[in-house]
């Protein structure tokens, strides 16, 4: 069997992977979702210069140290150890994105109104609740193509290429 170019194969790697994918997830999706709502303005800038580094960390955090666990054992539920790598890729993309999406969409939304403050805003967690049943389908399926097609394609693609810088070199060399 080939050996996958495109995942990680150390801790480092991994770590890094993690840090492209939750970078690009916080700035493309919070950035979306943010001008969604508020508009495109000066104030909604100065509020994502605040938020999405807040929503950046406190995904990480989530991916690396709980995120992974989850979905590797839901995929041990539905996946057989004979399914391609391509089946396990879209399997994790689906678990994690609903998992994310459905608790950032209420994070996203506490974090939003945190960073308004300085703006004149204001913390109104009963209206996150309020707002979470018609606001997380939306996120769903900006999140969905935004990992899909830009933020997971990204860190795969980074990892095809430290692989292959790796083999040229005359092995993998992981830390």
Request: positive net charge; contains cysteine; charged residues 15%.
């Amino acid at each position: 069997m080939q050996e996958e170019m495109r995942l990680p194969r150390s801790a480092k790697e991994g770590l890094l992977f993690g840090v492209i994918i939750s970078a690009l997830s916080a700035s493309l999706i919070g950035g979306s979702i943010m001008v969604i709502e508020l508009g495109l303005s000066i104030d909604t800038l100065r509020m994502m210069l605040v938020g999405i580094p807040c929503v950046w960390v406190l995904a990480l955090s989530f991916n690396l140290f709980i995120l992974g666990k989850i979905s590797s054992r839901i995929q041990n539920v539905f996946l057989a150890p004979t399914d391609s790598v391509n089946a396990r890729l879209l399997a994790n993309l689906v678990i994690c994105v609903s998992i994310m999406s459905v608790l950032f969409t209420f994070i996203g939304a506490f974090v939003g109104s945190v960073a308004s403050i300085p703006f004149g805003g204001s913390v109104d967690i009963v209206q996150c609740f309020k707002n979470w049943p018609h606001a997380w389908p939306r996120n769903f399926c900006i999140a969905f193509f935004i990992e899909m097609c830009i933020a997971q394609p990204a860190a795969r693609a980074v990892m095809t290429h430290i692989h292959k810088k790796q083999k040229l070199r005359g092995g993998a060399i992981n830390g």
